[in-house]
């Protein structure tokens, strides 16, 4: 099914591990961004690219990077967890009509 | 004060009743869009405005530019509307979203 696949839907880390969160879509759409939900705020930016080869910061960047080696790849690296990166972590890609958006990851940093 | 609030937080209503959820912001914008978050978290993109008024099925959404305001209408609503439904702009380069923290419906029988 044509979507956007984010990996895993949960997990648990330790404070200072890290990990990966996996972003793929297979509808050709040029751009792809990451955010973070916490409850009583909106969701935030974290990273976006425009395209292969282009990433740039969003709204809250500190603690994670971000690769564009494909159209279809925009993973999410946390490189040293730390308890305030407890959150709800959705990626989306965007067309012209609107926004697709992965189904979450869960992650408790503990 | 942020740059998108959405009124109200909080609506309950019962089922068949006429429902508005209101967004203003305060910055120049290119797009506005509206999405419906389901209970399970899974998001899902309604309606992307620019201008103008669009309908899909019992739902409606308006822009008015100049006043900075949309509202995303629901007509004879049902216990499956049931979500939280939020509201966000694009400003600037179009490249970010900004986003209100979302109203949070719920429809009874």
């Known amino acids: 099914n044509a979507g956007v696949t984010q990996t895993p839907k949960f997990q648990v880390l330790k404070t200072g591990q890290s990990m990966t969160l996996q972003c793929a879509q297979d509808?050709?759409?040029?751009?792809m961004s990451w955010y973070r939900q916490d409850p009583g705020m909106g969701l935030r930016l974290i990273h976006y690219s425009v395209g292969a080869g282009i990433t740039d910061q969003g709204e809250v960047p500190n603690g994670y990077n971000v690769s564009r080696s494909t159209t279809e790849d925009f993973p999410l690296r946390l490189l040293s967890a730390a308890p305030s990166q407890t959150s709800v972590y959705f990626c989306?890609?965007?067309?012209?009509?609107?926004?697709?958006f992965g189904s979450g990851t869960r992650l408790t940093v503990v | 004060k942020n740059e998108v609030e959405q009124s109200p937080q909080n609506l309950t209503a019962q089922e068949g009743e006429f429902i508005t959820i209101n967004c203003s912001y305060s910055?120049?914008?290119?797009?506005l869009h509206w999405l419906q978050q389901h209970p399970g978290g899974g998001i899902v993109s309604l309606f992307m405005l620019s201008s103008g008024k669009k309908k899909h099925g019992r739902l409606i959404a308006t822009i008015n530019i100049q006043e900075k305001h949309s509202s995303l209408h629901i007509t004879a609503s049902h216990p499956r509307d049931s979500a939280v439904y939020i509201c966000a702009v694009h400003t600037g380069t179009a490249s970010k979203l900004t986003f209100g923290t979302g109203t949070r419906l719920q429809v009874t029988l």
């Open positions: 509808m050709n759409h040029e751009y």
């Open positions: 989306a890609s965007r067309q012209s009509y609107g926004y697709t």
């Open positions: 910055v120049g914008i290119s797009a």
